[in-house]
């Protein structure tokens, strides 16, 4: 192979690799942005329940942080579907998991669009 070819293999591979890095920061953005949308998300999610059952606002905002933390603890909507299902139903609410699972991706959502806008 000579210099030039050589040359030209060096610059595509270059290219490459800067095309895969691109892409590689491209999915860790998308990553921390789902991440900070779910917890956004939780946080919603708490307050709603919270509202429902009644909770004065320093209750609500304490509910409304121990759903963030728990989803952190245990990354996975089914906890926290099962955890808020469950505490509505301790407090007499008649809310269906699917009700709170379409709250769920509602509020999803809101909480992306708030991240790409900035709020």
């Known amino acids: 192979m000579d210099k030039g070819s050589l040359a030209a293999l060096s610059v595509r591979m270059t290219t490459f690799d800067e095309r895969e890095e691109g892409f590689e920061r491209k999915f860790v953005e998308d990553e921390a942005l789902e991440f900070k949308a779910t917890a956004r998300r939780n946080r919603m999610l708490g307050l709603w329940a919270g509202e429902l059952m009644g909770l004065e606002q320093d ?9 963030v933390r728990a989803d952190v603890t245990e990354p996975n909507d089914e906890d926290v ?15 269906s998991e699917g009700q709170v699972r379409g709250k769920m991706d509602e509020l999803l959502a809101i909480a992306r669009g708030q991240l790409q806008s900035g709020e």
């Open 81 to 95: 579907l099962r955890r808020v299902s469950r505490d509505l139903e301790g407090a007499g609410l008649k809310v």
């Open 59 to 67: 209750r609500l905002d304490e509910y409304a942080a121990a759903i």
